[in-house]
């Protein structure tokens, strides 16, 4: 969360003072889903990780909007592979920050496996 407020404030997407509150809200959430009593669930990892530009339907939100983020549930998302999916969640791509420096392999693995889940569920 904090990586995609760093990318909106270095392409100038937001006011400063946006940049500010939305550091506030995720400095808040980020210490609230690291704590022992919170597990690490895909779940929790996505909220934390990904949810404030994808959305928590992997729709999009507003900033992802402003963002340009691909819309998880698309089909041109939903026809990479595993492994094309892992590379650029690691690496980034665009407006997205890499992950690779701050989610192992397996939270990786298993974040592709809930933005599969979350497509199937739809219509």
């Not at 550091?23 to 690490?40: E, F, H, K, R, Y």
């Not at 990904?50 to 900033?63: F, K, L, P, V």
């Amino acid at each position: 969360m904090i990586a995609c407020l760093r990318t909106l404030a270095a392409s100038k997407k937001l006011k400063a003072a946006h940049v500010v509150v939305l550091s506030i809200v995720a400095s808040g959430s980020l210490a609230t889903a690291q704590t022992p009593a919170s597990p690490d669930t895909p779940a929790s990892t996505y909220k934390a990780n990904c949810a404030i530009c994808h959305g928590d339907d992997g729709s999009g939100s507003a900033i992802g909007a402003r963002l340009h983020v691909k819309d998880l549930r698309s089909k041109e998302v939903q026809d990479k592979s595993a492994s094309e999916l892992e590379q650029t969640v690691r690496a980034g791509t665009g407006n997205m920050p890499a992950f690779g420096s701050r989610l192992d392999g397996e939270q990786i693995q298993k974040l592709i496996e809930l933005i599969r889940q979350k497509t199937q569920k739809l219509p």
